[in-house]
């Protein structure tokens, strides 16, 4: 028997870029403090976010998230949507499009995204000149 695989079609509008960022989260409409969960974001654009979860979280959920950036003194607040779900063999990667940030909120998202970047293209010319060493 032959399975054919279907492609994914590629939705997001932005590149995302892989991070160790924790984060807290809870649903839409919970008190802060009810039900908030603490997590670690995975890869971050500013127009979503991968997270672990070591609980389910049904699709279409809206989440209320504080980002804990590196580079930010204060969280940084999204509300974001459950794009989707996969099981993993500890818990749940969650896919998550961000619906309402702040102006400031999206503005240190980027700036850590450019740093990043800057980072990344930096580290292997880094590596190159230690081995000419």
């Known amino acids: 028997m032959v399975m054919k695989m279907e492609k994914r079609t590629e939705k997001r509008k932005e590149k995302r870029t892989r991070a160790e960022i924790p ?20 890869e971050l654009s500013t127009g979503g976010l ?15 998230m504080r980002i804990f950036l590196p580079t930010s003194g204060e969280p940084v607040e999204v509300l ?7 099981k993993t ?28 970047s800057k980072i990344k293209d930096i580290i292997p010319a880094l590596k190159v000149l230690a081995a000419d060493s």
Do not use: H
């Open 23 to 42: 984060v807290d989260f809870r649903e839409f409409g919970e008190s802060p403090g009810e039900g908030t969960a603490g997590s670690v974001c995975m």
């Open 50 to 64: 991968r997270l672990r979860s070591a609980r389910f979280i049904a699709m279409s959920r809206r989440l209320v």
């Open 80 to 86: 974001t949507r459950v794009a989707w779900v996969r």
């Open 89 to 116: 063999s500890q818990g749940y990667e969650v896919g998550n499009q961000i619906l309402e940030v702040s102006r400031k909120d999206r503005g240190s998202i980027k700036d850590l995204l450019e740093v990043m």
